[in-house]
């Protein structure tokens, strides 16, 4: 079964600092990943997706992130935080081929960013 | 792009009551949606799977008689919460897949927020 590890519960940042948000998964396979955010009380909005080619993917909102397949990893990334990315980050993976049902949220990443 | 919505956006309801919330798809037909359970400061947990015509099916743990869903149309799932008690009270989102090469790729409603007095 896959699953996926946020190490980081909380991160604050300095708005205009740059931003590494982690994600390492586990599947036997290449798995299909996803980054979404979710302001409070809000449901979940698609960042970014990879599901093959290259390996650098860009999302919305400024954010790319990277799949290494070696390291298991694809973390998130943007150049310079705004104060309106502070919000609850989930990356998460989705099983392929076969179904697909059962998408593996992580733990999420919660961004605080300070003036 | 797709869209979900769900229905109600909050709900307070009291202990031993019943409470029904609706996912809809507005501009697509979903033969599956998933409803996820998210309690406050945790991740999203798979709670069913809802198939259009058919049973759906519950992730282990899950009480399918306390947790009913029904799948009636291509456009819209229920979730009923039975017999309601306060340790339900959680935020619930349902999430549709789309379709051709978006299968993999889920589009969520903006979540419930069920509040059990």
């Known amino acids: 079964a896959q699953s996926v590890t946020q190490p ?57 992130a990277e799949f290494k397949r070696s390291q298991s990893s694809f973390n998130l990334r943007k150049p310079s935080v705004h104060w309106s990315d502070a919000a609850e980050y989930f990356c998460a993976v989705a099983a392929r081929p076969g179904g697909y049902q059962k998408v593996t949220f992580g733990i999420g990443t919660k961004l605080q960013v300070i003036p | 792009g797709a869209v979900v919505s769900q229905h109600p956006s909050w709900v307070i309801c009291k202990s031993g009551t019943s409470v029904k919330i609706e996912c809809r798809s507005l501009d697509f037909q979903a033969t599956t949606m998933f409803w996820y359970r998210q309690f406050p400061k945790q991740s999203l947990m798979l709670m069913a799977t809802s198939n259009e015509g058919s049973k759906a099916t519950y992730e282990q743990g899950v009480e399918k008689d306390k947790f009913l869903i029904n799948h009636a149309s291509l456009t819209l799932s229920t979730l009923t919460v039975t017999s309601a008690h306060p340790e339900d009270s959680s935020f619930y989102i349902c999430s549709a897949p789309g379709g051709g090469s978006g299968m993999y790729e889920q589009y969520f409603g903006p979540g419930t927020r069920l509040t059990v007095t």
């Open chain 1, 8 to 64: 980081d519960i909380h991160i604050t940042v300095s708005e205009g600092a740059s931003l590494e948000l982690r994600c390492n998964y586990s599947y036997g396979a290449t798995p299909y990943l996803f980054w979404y955010v979710q302001s409070p009380g809000q449901g979940l909005q698609l960042l970014l997706k990879y599901f093959s080619g290259d390996t650098l993917v860009q999302g919305i909102k400024g954010f790319e």
